[in-house]
């Protein structure tokens, strides 16, 4: 009870981490592996809205999710969107957003150090125990899965029961077709690109609750959200959410069961044999 | 591999543009070189026990017209680079700093892996090494090698020697019993002490009832502390690392993980400790500590927060500031900017420092705090290697609720 608890605790950060990615990735087909860079800069965001205005960093998302998604849409219009006009096959776009993002996420740290300097940071809100089935668990932990659990429901439902949600998972299976069937292909994936930012830096806000960062620190959350986009499969927002409570109830029971300096292990096991035996990803489809 | 050619382009770029900014030199100064990590996973104790002290001690020398030399004053022109924390990108930035920058002095790297890596490369170019912020058994060997490294930290032995030699000092007085759980990242820093650690507790009467280890970069640790609570320790010993110092108090706390003695290692000794964990850090004992109430040490705390605006830490902070003043000292004594002259000088005499009096004995100096403990407000060193003034341990109070 008490590993399937925390594998979900756990799996609710992984979510936050890999959602926005997924956007990102799968409909707006940019690889960014600035993913991280914005995750931290929404921590950074909410501790300076905690430290300077005492906001809880559950109401600073208020403020961080607008201008993230603006600022995103800003990214994306500038400096993505160039070259997706330019490319002309998919694996171009890739490997041309994976230069440029890298780039961008250099300026995110080179921004944040600038303004914060180096040290590490954290600060503590709602770090008490809250009892779940007699066990204590982090109260702040429970608030970020609820967040992760809101903003899956809010996304999902998005997705497959409006207009403009079925818009982009249309951009999503197949671009040229959308393009056809008059879907304005660009403003779809600056939508997507943005939502997924916003997405991002929002759960970035919640998870400097509990995690100790400082300004380079965001490459490790981008080797986290791409192996869970992956383990899901790239077109398809369910599968990075499962894919990441996956994921967490794995570390967890590993850690409990076995040792707790298996999880990486653990993980890369996992993620080896999704590529081995279904390399689309838990919920990909076949391409034809 | 791709990644990392794009990271080191990258900085090479920076780093010309930066220095194509730089004002003509005027040949009246000295010229000093730094190379620390400013981003990367030890960017953050850098910047809290390294950058500040190299600006601190640059203002204070500057502000007081320079170094004296025998043909007049000369201010300091600092130069500084960011190794990424990455041992090539430290080694090329002192082959940078002597060759292309030549620098007159370089201070030494952040951290036991770079000190290690970049001692042949100041070897061979022939600038002393005022090695600070390096804990390791090779000390003697290193020492024999190259004539020009110098260690203040101590050894990883006596590291955790003494934290064994606490514990037991506290079982011996009733205090707690001889259960202990230990932890550590899997790391080489880490599993060093693990190792070491391991027959030192068993031979002075503990029984190791939860022996695990944690990858770096762990999102979540509650795990590890769960079944540290569940072997039912008297006390509990992490070798961790600053984010994992903090996570594993946080997740303690959390569990109410109720010990007489805790231990966690690296950025215990950190302001931010303190700010994070408020009356809750009363009684956690960490590595480093030091007598932070004599006037000399005092008076640096006080500069420290004037001229950089952060607090000092209660470990390396001030030993990194000594190393930079046991420099200072020798190239004033000696008169020119002769490297070797001024090596052979901090050799054989003893430096006035905030720390008190510095003194190499084969190139290593053995007046170092090991072990400290946060009581009120400060975070006291109670266990040393010849330095006078340790305070007595006082047991852990339980979590506040």
Redesign the interface.
Known sequence: M??II?GI??GG??ALIAMGLQLQYGVARIMNLANGEILVAGSFAALWLFAGAQLSPVLSLIIVVPIAFVGNWLIYQYFLLPLVKRSKNQGQLEVDSI?ST??IS?IF?GVM?AIF????????YL???FQVFEE???LNRIVAFLGAAIAAACLYFWLNQTRSGLKLRAVSVNPDAANLVAINVNRASAMAFALGGAVTAGGGALISM???????IGV?FTM?ALIIVILGGVKEIRGSIVAAFVL?LA??AV??LI???L??ASAFLLFILILLFRPQGLFGRQTS | MF?RT?LST?AAGLVAAALAFQPAQAADTIKIGASA????PL??????TQ?PNVRLWVHDVNSRGGLKLKDGQKKIELIEYDDRTTPGEAIKNIQRLATQDKVDFILAPFGTGFTIATAPIFNKLGYPQLAVSAITDKIPALTKRYDNIFFMLGSTTTFTNSVVDILKKMKDDGKIGKRVAM?NV?DAFGIELANAARPVFKKAGFEIVYD????L????????I??AKASNPDAFVAWSY??DT??LT??A????LNVKAFYTAV?TA?P?FKG???ADAEGILGAGGIDPDTPALKEYFKRHKEVTG?DADYWASAVTYASFQILEQAIEAVGTLDRKAVTEYIKKNEFKTVIGPVKYDNQNSARYWTVGQWQGNKFYGVSSRGRPGAKAIIEKPAWNK
């Open positions: 008490e590993i925390g605790l756990l950060t992984y230069l890298f780039g250099f740290v150090h300097g180096g040290e590490y940071f954290n600060y503590e770090e008490i125990p204590p668990f982090a509990f995690v100790t960062f400082d300004a380079s490790l986290k967490g570390e967890t850690a409990s040792d707790p300096g999880t990486l | 990644r794009i990258a990590p400013k981003t990367g960017a953050g104790g850098a910047a809290t950058w932890v899997a695990k280890s944690y990858p970069g762990s999102q979540d640790l509650s795990p590890v769960k079944g600053p984010p903090f996570a946080a997740q706390k959390i569990n109410d950025a950190y931010a994070k964990f408020k952060k």
